[in-house]
């Protein structure tokens, strides 16, 4: 065979196992929003957590280029629905109850793994005795925190659903006598006197991710800034200078941030 027939030859060869590589060979999705990490959150613990986040994540952060993050008010809101079912985040941060709902209606996404615990506190004013409380603020949507209080003191006898803005509004206007506030909102009344939600250990927020983007080398980048930001909040000096409260209002509650395998 003479040399223009053998280099045909071999650049024929070379076209077709290159084309079987590009055809028949396994790869990465070429996906543009594999380099970025949305993060959503509502405007409390679960924010300060995604704060702590992105924090992390912007020195260290070279494989990937975007961050972003969606400060929703409310887990609970349309909102923040609307965010991760229109895709707008692809890791959120939500209450087990609207999670739940969340995954049962959306293929797309799951729930990943619990991530916070005993967010919650019941708070009172400081005139009124414990066993005087009946009616209690709840922030709407919030049907887990209703059923953990009234196992937990059968004494309530009945829950007022209160927008984030209002509820409290409402405890200082006596229209209830205590409130379930998430810990960061507690931490702004200091001097109101808190009960634990129930006595025992619960989840409050969760992980749901989109089931495309939990795939992603972003995604495990995502998840190292997660633990590294998890561990210094469970430091109680850093989670008080956080929640500009002290070390000594934050002593007895039961907080948790969880990191993930």
């Given at each position: 065979?003479?040399?223009?027939k053998?280099?045909l ?25 594999d ?12 924010g ?7 924090e992390?994540l ?13 400060s ?16 707008e985040i ?5 209450c ?51 059923n ?14 209160i ?26 009344v ?14 409050s ?10 795939g ?24 008080a ?9 934050l ?11």
């Open positions: 065979m003479g040399t223009v053998k280099a030859a071999f650049f024929l060869g070379f076209v077709v196992v290159c084309t079987a590589i590009v055809f028949l060979f396994p790869r990465e999705k070429a996906f543009s929003r380099a970025v990490i949305r993060i959503g959150a509502g405007n409390d613990i679960s300060i957590l995604m704060e702590e986040i992105t992390e912007s020195g260290t952060y070279t494989l990937h280029q975007t961050i972003d993050m969606s929703f008010a409310d887990c609970c809101s349309n909102t923040a629905q609307w965010a991760l079912n229109a895709a692809n890791v959120g941060f939500f087990s109850h609207i999670a739940n709902y969340t995954v049962q209606k959306n293929d797309k996404v799951m729930i990943y793994a619990p991530v916070v615990m005993n967010a919650e506190l019941i708070v009172y004013k400081e005139d009124m005795p414990w066993e005087a409380v009946r009616t209690v603020g709840v922030t709407q949507g919030r049907e887990q925190e209703k953990l209080a009234s196992k937990a003191y059968p004494q309530i006898e009945a829950f007022r659903d927008s984030q803005k209002g509820i409290l509004y409402a405890l200082e206007d006596g229209q209830v006598d205590a409130d379930i506030l998430d810990i960061s909102y507690a931490a702004g200091p001097d109101y006197k808190t009960r634990p939600l129930i006595g025992r250990d619960y989840i927020y969760v992980l749901v991710v989109d089931k495309e983007f939990a992603t080398e972003a995604f495990s980048d995502f998840l190292k800034g997660y633990n590294r930001a998890v561990r210094k909040l469970n430091d109680k000096a850093v989670l200078e956080r929640l500009q409260t002290t070390e000594e209002w002593s007895g509650k039961q907080l948790k941030f969880l990191e993930i395998d």
